[in-house]
């Protein structure tokens, strides 16, 4: 009676839909592997590789140390995006000024006038779409994504929370034609 089962894909070798089942026999030390790619099927016993104790301890401790690598490569990053975003507040801060930055942490939000046409305002956040207002009326919302060109090297599109919105406040506050000719719109 087989004491182990499992699936999967046989491999690199083998096509996307080459699959496979098998089950292992600890009474005999052999597996059977079960085909069915496409409409093919058929059984095959293989005998299972012996492996000394010494050999699954060296695959364990090499699991172990790739696993502890991850960890703190992973804890680097944390730290590093930790820093970017102290540092974009920071950026926020000095640009914005105190008060606009309070309104940005209690809200969550900026709110900003539009330079060429008055009665319009923008409100801005990090996650969302510029919503544009006309007379306190939602009238439409503009799609924009900021990415940084150094990020694109490292396959990265992070970018720290407070630079996003910075960088939304200044194309409405210096390019606002332009921010309006490139965004997806979504009139009301």
């Known amino acids: 009676m087989p004491n182990w089962y499992g699936y999967g894909n046989y491999g690199a070798t083998t096509t996307a839909s080459s699959n496979w089942v098998y089950a292992t026999d600890s009474t005999t030390a052999s597996a059977t592997y079960t085909w069915w790619p496409n409409t093919y099927y058929s059984t095959q016993t293989l005998p299972l590789q012996q492996r000394s104790v010494e050999e699954l301890q060296r695959d364990y401790e090499e699991i172990a140390r790739r696993e502890a690598e991850r960890r703190q490569a992973q804890a680097e990053q944390e730290r590093e995006r930790a820093e970017a975003v102290r540092q974009a507040e920071e950026l926020l801060r000095s640009c914005l000024?105190?008060?606009?930055?309070?309104?940005?942490?209690?809200?969550?939000?900026?709110?900003?006038?539009?330079?060429?046409?008055?009665?319009?305002?923008?409100?801005?956040?990090?996650?969302?779409?510029?919503?544009?207002?006309?007379?306190?009326?939602?009238?439409?919302?503009?799609?924009?994504?900021?990415?940084?060109?150094?990020?694109?090297?490292?396959?990265?599109?992070?970018?720290?929370?407070?630079?996003?919105?910075?960088?939304?406040?200044?194309?409405?506050?210096?390019?606002?034609?332009?921010?309006?000719r490139v965004a997806n719109h979504n009139r009301r």
């Open 97 to 180: 000024g105190e008060e606009r930055l309070a309104e940005y942490k209690t809200k969550g939000c900026l709110s900003v006038d539009s330079p060429s046409k008055p009665g319009r305002r923008y409100v801005v956040d990090a996650h969302s779409r510029i919503k544009v207002y006309e007379a306190d009326k939602l009238v439409d919302e503009l799609c924009v994504h900021l990415v940084d060109p150094l990020s694109l090297a490292n396959d990265s599109r992070w970018l720290p929370e407070p630079d996003v919105v910075l960088g939304k406040v200044w194309l409405i506050e210096n390019d606002e034609e332009r921010l309006l």
